[in-house]
C-alpha cells in the first residue's frame, strides 16, 4: 500500500506544468492570551487572477505543513490550527489541467485518495482546526474548509461554490459526504447539485453563513483579524457554537428524490455526475464518513475515464480561454474609442440592447424610431430597468441618475447620430429596411463611425453593398435575452475593414461578451445549426411521426428545452423566417415545414399550451398539422438530427464560417446554452460516432475532449 506521500510523488511526475501552491506555516500568539497558534496560508505565488489550484505538488505541500503542525499539536506547542488563502483567493480546487492529461484509471483513483488522505488529517489533529474562507472558495477549496473543526467566511467573498457536477465530475474530497452531515441533506443538494446545474451559480459571503458552511461571518477589511479573536473566543470556551441536528429520517431520502428531480428536468438523465453525486449523499444518511470517502473516490476515478468530463473540461475551457481570446479578431490597437452610441429602434430588442451598452459603457446612448411615441417607450423600458436595478440594491441613487441622464431618445437622425461613433440597428429583419436605415444613417453619422447590424440571418455583405463606405459595417448578433446569453456573433462582411472590425470586438469586451468571429455566411453558427436541427425535427414530424416522439428523440442530449419549447421562446414566425433564408441559401438541405407555416399563419404563439402546468399539443394546432404516414421510431429520429447536425458543421468548417471545431461548440454553449457534458456537440458527435458516420472523420483530434489514447 502506497503512502500519501508516494501516491502524490507519482501523481506530481504525470503532471510537470503544475502551478504549486505552498502552504506556509507561521506562528504567533492568539489574542485574549488564548495561547500559540499556526496558521496555514495557500498561495501560488501569483496574483488573485491566478487563482490557487489543488494539483499533486500543492497536495503534498499541505501535507508536509500538516505533518509540521500534527509534531507541534501533539507535544502541546499550539492549541489550534488555521487555514486561510492569499488576498482575494482562498482556493479553487483540483487542478484541472492534471485531471486533462490522464490515462490510467489507477492514476484517476490516486488524485481522489490523495485529496482525502491530506484533507482528512485536518480533522485528526490533537487540537481544533479553523478554515478562514477569506476569498473565493470552489470544489476542492471549499471541502479542505469541511475537514476542519470551525469555519468563518468573509463578508466580501464574492465567489462559494462546488461546481463539479456542473462539470461533470462530484465533489470528491469530502463535499458529498461532510455537506449534508453539517448542514443537513436538503441544502446540500441545493448546494452540489441545484446551484451547479443551474449554470454553476455562486454564493456569497452571507449566504455560506446563511447556510450553516460557516459558523461566522466578518467585513472583508478586517477579516483575518476578526476571524483571530472569535477563534481564541471560541478555544477559550467563551463561545460555544451550535449546529442544527439533522434528521436522518424521511427528510433525507425526501432531499435526494429532489436532487433526482432536479437532475431529471436539467440533464434527462444524460450526464452521470449529478446522479453518481445523489448516490453518495443518499448513503451518507449513515454518517459513516469514510464509506462516503471511499465512493467519492471511485466515483471521481469513473468519471475522470468518461467522455462527459473531458467535454466539461474542454467546455470550460473554451469559455474561460478562448471565449477572452477570439480566434481570428485583429490587432486590439486597431480598435477606435467609443464615446457615443447610437440605437436605431427603439422596439423591445433595441431597448435591451440600449440598457446593454448604456450600463457596460456608461456613455450617452440615443434611441431613434419613427415617431415620438415608440421613442417614449424605449427611453421608458430603459429608465424602468434603472429603477429595478436600483430597487435591488444593484446600483445606488447617484448611479441610477447618472445612467439616466445619459440615455435619450430623438426622431431627427442627424440630430442624434452626427456625433455617434457605433450606430446599431435593430429593426425589422427585411433586406430592403435595412438598407434604407443604413443609408439614411451614412448621410449624417460623422466619417469614423461604425455601423453594426443585430441581423439574425441575413448577408451582412449585402446590406452594406450600397453604401458610400462598406468597410465600416459589421454584424453585431445578439441572442435572446441580451442580458442573459453572453453570446455575440460579429460577422466580416467581404469590405468590412480591421479597424471596424477590432473596434467590434473592443466593444464587445467592455459589454462583456463572448464574441466569436463569423464568415458571413447564411444565418452565421447558432441560427443555422439550430435551424437544421429542429428543420429535421420538423420533417419528421411532417412525414407521420407523432409530436411527443420526435420531441423525446433527442432528450439524451440534455438540452436545456425540447426543440419545440425552443421554437415558441424563439417566436414560430422567426423561426420560419430563418427557415426560408436558409432554404433559399440551400434548398436541398434546408425545408420549409407546410405545417410550421399554417401555425403562424394561425397566429399560435407555439405548439404547446400550458393548463395542466406540463406541455400538451394545442388540440388547435393538432388540427392544423398535416401528417404523412412514416412513423419513426426515437432512436431513427435522433439518428437522423445528429446526422443531419454533423452534416451541417462538416460543411460549415469546409465553407470557414469560423476558424475550427472549437467555436461551433463555444457557440452553443454561451448563445443556445448546450450542456458543458455534451462539450457544447462537437465532442458529443464523435463520441456517439455520427462525426466519422456521417464526414469520415472526427471534428477534434482524439484527447482533445475525450481520454486521451
Known amino acids: 500500500m502506497s503512502t500519501t506521500a508516494e501516491l502524490l510523488k507519482q501523481a506530481s511526475e504525470l503532471f510537470p506544468d503544475e502551478v504549486v501552491t505552498v502552504a506556509h506555516v507561521r506562528h504567533f500568539d492568539l489574542p485574549l492570551g488564548a495561547g500559540r497558534f499556526a496558521l496555514i496560508t495557500l498561495d501560488n505565488g501569483h496574483d488573485h487572477t491566478k487563482p490557487t489550484t489543488f494539483g499533486p505538488a500543492s497536495l503534498a505541500n ?13 507535544d502541546g506547542e499550539i492549541v489550534g490550527v488555521g487555514l486561510t488563502g492569499k488576498p482575494f483567493i482562498f482556493a479553487v480546487g483540483a ?7 490522464l490515462k490510467e484509471y489507477e492514476h484517476a483513483l490516486a488524485i481522489g485518495k490523495g485529496g482525502h488522505e491530506v484533507f482528512k488529517r485536518l480533522s485528526k489533529l490533537a487540537v481544533p482546526t479553523f478554515a478562514y474562507y477569506n476569498g473565493a472558495a470552489m470544489g476542492g477549496g471549499v471541502e479542505v474548509g469541511l475537514h476542519c473543526t470551525y469555519r468563518t467566511v468573509s463578508a466580501a467573498l464574492p465567489a462559494f461554490s462546488l461546481p463539479e457536477v456542473f462539470l ?20 446540500a443538494v441545493s448546494v ?16 455560506v453563513f446563511e447556510l450553516g458552511i460557516a459558523d461566522a461571518i466578518f467585513e472583508g477589511a478586517d477579516f483575518l483579524e476578526q476571524s483571530l479573536i472569535w477563534t481564541a473566543a471560541v478555544l477559550k470556551g467563551e463561545l460555544e457554537i451550535e449546529r442544527p441536528v439533522i434528521d436522518r429520517g424521511e427528510a433525507w431520502d425526501q432531499a435526494v428524490a429532489k436532487g433526482r428531480f432536479i437532475a431529471d428536468s436539467k440533464v434527462h438523465g444524460a450526464a452521470p455526475a449529478a446522479y453518481r453525486a445523489l448516490d453518495i449523499i443518499a448513503a451518507a444518511k449513515n454518517g459513516d464518513l469514510q464509506q462516503g470517502y471511499d465512493a467519492e473516490d471511485k466515483a471521481l476515478a469513473d468519471l475522470i475515464m468518461g467522455g462527459e468530463l473531458r467535454s466539461g473540461i474542454y467546455a470550460f475551457n473554451l469559455v474561460q480561454k478562448r471565449g477572452k481570446r477570439p480566434a481570428g479578431a485583429p490587432d486590439k490597437s486597431l ?12 422596439g423591445l430588442m433595441a431597448s435591451q440592447l440600449a440598457l446593454l451598452f448604456l450600463r ?4 450617452p446612448v440615443v434611441l431613434t424610431d419613427i415617431d415620438q411615441e415608440r421613442v417614449d417607450k424605449g427611453v421608458g423600458y430603459v429608465h424602468a430597468e434603472i429603477d429595478k436595478l436600483l430597487g435591488k440594491g444593484r446600483i445606488n441613487q447617484d448611479k441610477a441618475n447618472r445612467l439616466k441622464a445619459l440615455v435619450s431618445g430623438v426622431l431627427d437622425k442627424a440630430e442624434g ?41 441575413l448577408s451582412v455583405s449585402e446590406m452594406a453593398s450600397k453604401l458610400k463606405h462598406p468597410e465600416r459595417v459589421v454584424g453585431f448578433h445578439f441572442f435572446n435575452p441580451v442580458a442573459v446569453l453572453p453570446l455575440l456573433e460579429i460577422v466580416r462582411g467581404e469590405q ?25 455566411a447564411p444565418a452565421f453558427v447558432v441560427n443555422r445549426i439550430l435551424t437544421r436541427f429542429m428543420g429535421e425535427i420538423q420533417n419528421v414530424i411532417d412525414e407521420g411521426t407523432p409530436v411527443e416522439v420526435a420531441e423525446k428523440a433527442v432528450e439524451p442530449l440534455g438540452l436545456p428545452m425540447s426543440p419545440l419549447v425552443l421554437l415558441e421562446l424563439v417566436g414560430p414566425a422567426i423561426g420560419l423566417h430563418v427557415s426560408e433564408t436558409l432554404n433559399r441559401a440551400f434548398p436541398d438541405r434546408f425545408t420549409v415545414s407546410p405545417n410550421l407555416a399554417a401555425v403562424v399563419k394561425a397566429g399560435k404563439r407555439g405548439f404547446y399550451v400550458y393548463d395542466s402546468g406540463k406541455p400538451e399539443l394545442d388540440p388547435e394546432v393538432a388540427a392544423l398539422l398535416k401528417q404523412g404516414d412514416s412513423v419513426l421510431t426515437e432512436e431513427q429520429v435522433r439518428d437522423r438530427v445528429l446526422d443531419a447536425v454533423a452534416q451541417e458543421i462538416g460543411l460549415m468548417l469546409d465553407e470557414g464560417v469560423v476558424a475550427e471545431a472549437q467555436d461551433i461548440d463555444l457557440c452553443l454553449i454561451t448563445g443556445a446554452g448546450w450542456p458543458f457534458h455534451l462539450g457544447g456537440i462537437t465532442p458529443y458527435l464523435d463520441r456517439e460516432g455520427v462525426s466519422e458516420r456521417v464526414n469520415g472523420k472526427r471534428f477534434l483530434a482524439p484527447g482533445v475532449a475525450s481520454v486521451p489514447a
Do not use: Y
Open 192 to 207: 452540489i447539485i441545484e446551484n451547479s446545474l443551474n449554470q454553476n451559480k455562486q454564493l456569497k459571503g452571507k449566504q
Open 417 to 457: 447620430f452626427a456625433d455617434a461613433d457605433f450606430i446599431i440597428e435593430a429593426v425589422f429583419e427585411e433586406m430592403g429596411v435595412k438598407q434604407k436605415v443604413f443609408a439614411e444613417v451614412e448621410a449624417v453619422a460623422p466619417a469614423h463611425a461604425i455601423f453594426a447590424t443585430n441581423t439574425s440571418s
Open 95 to 101: 487542478d484541472l489541467k492534471g485531471v486533462e492529461i
Open 335 to 346: 480598435a477606435r474609442p467609443v464615446t457615443k452610441v447610437g440605437v436605431v429602434g427603439a
Open 360 to 363: 457596460r459603457l456608461e456613455v
Open 62 to 74: 499541505l501535507n508536509a505543513a500538516i505533518d509540521q503542525v500534527e509534531k507541534e499539536a501533539a
Open 168 to 187: 461533470g465530475l462530484v465533489p470528491g474530497w469530502g463535499g458529498c459526504a461532510l455537506l449534508p452531515n453539517l448542514i443537513g441533506p436538503e441544502k
Open 496 to 520: 468590412t475593414d480591421d479597424a471596424s472590425l477590432a473596434t467590434a470586438f473592443g466593444v464587445a469586451k467592455k459589454l462583456k461578451k463572448t464574441a466569436v468571429l463569423t464568415k458571413d
